[in-house]
């Protein structure tokens, strides 16, 4: 019996199945699963079993879900066809006979006014109904803000739309540390995790501490929604990701990405990465 990983190919998907080996789960036992396998056959060759699946055919998912015993579904990328996709993925699950599926949803998606929040809603519902689950509520990742780091100090600030706001973000290592948690112990099903970084901040506080760490003064720039939405656009943000993220910072605004439930840090058995921490690694 197996654990299947989807989206392997991903960014959180990879840190997931690194992170099931570095707990002690057999290569073998692992089945990492993407639409384009040649992005991950350095799995194949440390003894990972590897599968096409694509959310959009069935077929692929049947074939790739055979013989598991558990299945960390990773949200999707697409947001209009987030649900779908899902549905089709916990279809094949309940087919394979899966006894287990961890489903990467969002903080808060049950009550969050973020414009993602009910897709995850939705595919917890649809989850829910048909299969022993663990919603894994992931909050925002630090690596949404590190990632922009050159363009902020090009520009000598940081902007957005979401005030005071406290953040409670994490690594994408760190979720999928706790996603490994789950799939290699037991008791875990029926609980949702609220998951987010120990240390919350305003983008103000972040702000500060991107200047503490370059010693160049960089500030944070609030702005009004429509502002903040032609500045992504100007960037060259699709369309559907600037609606997204302006959604998400005013949902920020609201609180609505902070948690202090503690989830994170109790299920990884240490504490989550600094903001200081993913900024110096970052810019090394």
Sequence with gaps: MSIVVTAASGQLGRHAVEALLSRGVPASRIVATGRDVTKIKDLAERGVVVRRADFAEPASLAAAFEGAEKLLLISTTTPSERVANHRRAVDAAVAANISL???????????????????HSATE????????SVMLRNG?????YTSQLPRVLQGGALIGAAGRGRISAATRADYAD??????SSDGHTGEVYELGGDHAFTLAELATAVSVATGRRIQYTDLPAGTFTEALLDAGVPAELAHVLVSADLAMSRDEMFTDSGDLRRLIGRPTTTPAEAI???LR
């Design 101 to 119: 599926v961890a489903y990467t949803s969002m903080l808060h998606a049950d009550t969050s006014t973020a414009s993602l929040a009910p897709t």
């Design 125 to 132: 519902q649809y989850l829910r109904e048909r299969l022993p």
């Design 140 to 144: 925002w990742y630090l690596e949404n």
């Design 178 to 183: 706790a996603a490994a948690v789950v799939l």
């Design 280 to 282: 110096a690694d970052a």
